[in-house]
């Protein structure tokens, strides 16, 4: 098994560009999650799913959109991006939606000018 | 609210130096309380699970132990491989989401 994968792993954008960060898991988990680090403030909740086509909000979802269309996937789109997203961010999965642990991916550095 | 409080923000032992982590929380009721390992430019790894109180989880030179207020993750003989940031994350009864204190970063000195 791959675990979880995230691509790209560093990206550069400019102030108003739009991306998207790919987060893809092979475990057939039900539960994915997106967080993003920033020195002093540990991991934030972004946005989170308990099965295809089921997502809600995390503690900063501002900015953000997700969608789960497969157990597989789960991307995570920056609408229109901001130098205060500037930041690493991690996918996460766990097999179960309570309770249970989760294994993160390698994360994504992203540089907003 | 749920929170969850890790202390110290930095700790340096020297190299079988003896100590202890702390994670305290807050929540209206515990679903579990996981402590992660992680290296600089990587993600997080797994570590521990621990579900009620008066549980105790041991790996090579980790314990971690929970009570109703807090879980303390007990460093035995450290070595400097074992140098990194150490998270605790809660997820409460009720919700789906988990929470995640800011760290420890342990540096243990040769």
């Known amino acids: 098994n791959a675990g979880v994968t995230q691509t790209p792993k560093f990206q550069v954008l400019k102030t108003g560009q739009s991306m998207t960060l790919q987060c893809a898991q092979d475990?057939?988990?039900?539960?994915m999650s997106w967080y993003r680090q920033d020195p002093g403030m540990g991991l934030r909740l972004i946005h989170y799913?308990?099965?295809?086509?089921?997502?809600d909000q995390g503690e900063v979802p501002n900015g953000y959109n997700v969608s789960r269309s497969t157990t597989e996937d789960f991307p995570l789109r920056l609408l229109s991006a901001a130098p205060s997203q500037t930041s690493v961010y991690f996918c996460a999965s766990s097999r179960d939606r309570v309770g249970e642990t989760q294994y993160f991916g390698p994360g994504t550095r992203l540089l907003v000018l | 609210e749920d929170q969850v409080t890790q202390s110290p923000e930095a700790l340096r032992l020297q190299e079988g130096e003896s100590s202890s982590l702390n994670c305290s929380y807050t929540v209206s009721g515990l679903r579990g309380l996981f402590w992660y390992r992680q290296d600089p430019g990587k993600g997080p790894e797994f570590l521990f699970t621990?579900?009620?109180a008066g549980e105790e989880k041991e790996k090579e030179r980790l314990k971690a132990t929970l009570t109703k207020k807090e879980s303390f993750l007990h460093i035995t003989a450290p070595k400097p491989e074992d140098s990194a940031t150490y998270l605790c994350a809660v997820q409460a009864i009720g919700t789906y989401k988990y929470i995640f204190g800011t760290g420890t970063r342990l540096k243990v000195l040769a």
């Open positions: 621990l579900y009620s």
């Open positions: 799913s308990v099965g295809a086509g089921i997502t």
């Open positions: 475990m057939n988990h039900e539960y």
